[in-house]
């Protein structure tokens, strides 16, 4: 059964603050991981990984993937009250067709920013 | 952009009734999903969809859970018969034929009381 952890589980910062969020997982025959900001309704999509050591980048985001250590980082530089939200790394079984959408999500880490 | 839309985006109802979740997944999207998540836990998966038929379901799919495309563009989640512990958020999902990520609706609170 795959398996996602992530950590922590909540994080509070203030405005101007660098955040590194942790994600663990055990995937039998891994394929990719996923990145989601959740803030109260639907999970939007920030990054997907597939491959070690290339970082992925959007504004203040970025991520990075280390498939021998299995796990990835999500880091978000130069914090903002807008940042504050539910950060959840997934992974999907190596499979196509539906089964590719059949994520395993961690528990999430929740990230307050204050002003 | 599309997105995926749900409605109702909260439902109450009583133990043992009936509730119908809807969906309208993006226009291009072939595979479909519904996740929940309870209160303070995981997105979990429920079931995936594809071609008119469920691909995959999880465990807590029981028979009270159907799922339905009835025309081209709604797709309807059904719980049969209530229990306080279906109380969660429910996520409608969708994505297109390639490798690409899951597009999530808003999702509908459904609060069993």
């Known amino acids: 059964e795959d398996k996602v952890v992530q950590s922590p589980l909540s994080l509070v910062v203030h405005e101007g603050d660098t955040v590194t969020l942790n994600c663990s997982y055990e995937?039998?025959?891994?394929?990719?991981l996923l990145w989601y900001k959740q803030e109260k309704k639907a999970p939007t999509f920030l990054f997907m990984l597939?491959?070690?050591?290339i970082e992925k980048k959007s504004g203040r985001l970025s991520s990075i993937l280390d498939k021998k250590e299995l796990f990835s980082i999500l880091n978000i530089t130069a914090t903002q009250t807008g940042d504050s939200a539910v950060y959840l790394c997934?992974?999907?079984?190596?499979?196509?067709?539906?089964?590719?959408?059949?994520?395993?999500f961690g528990q999430g880490t929740i990230l307050t920013v204050h002003p | 952009e599309p997105e995926v839309t749900q409605t109702p985006s909260h439902q109450v109802t009583q133990m043992g009734q009936e509730v119908i979740l809807r969906c309208v997944p993006i226009?291009?999207?072939?595979?479909f999903y519904w996740y929940r998540q309870i209160l303070g836990q995981k997105v979990e998966f429920l079931v995936s969809?594809?071609?008119?038929?469920?691909?995959?379901k999880s465990e807590i799919f029981d028979d009270q859970f159907s799922v339905e495309r009835p025309d081209g563009s709604n797709f309807t989640l059904k719980i049969r018969s209530t229990k306080l512990e279906d109380s969660a958020m429910y996520f409608c999902?969708?994505?297109?034929?390639?490798?690409?990520?899951?597009?999530f609706g808003n999702g509908t609170r459904l609060t069993v009381t």
């Open positions: 997934a992974v999907p079984p190596n499979a196509g067709g539906t089964s590719y959408g059949k994520l395993t």
């Open positions: 969809f594809y071609n008119n038929e469920i691909s995959e």
């Open positions: 597939t491959s070690s050591g």
């Open positions: 999902a969708s994505r297109p034929p390639s490798g690409s990520p899951l597009h």
């Open positions: 226009s291009n999207h072939l595979y």
């Open positions: 995937v039998t025959n891994f394929r990719s």
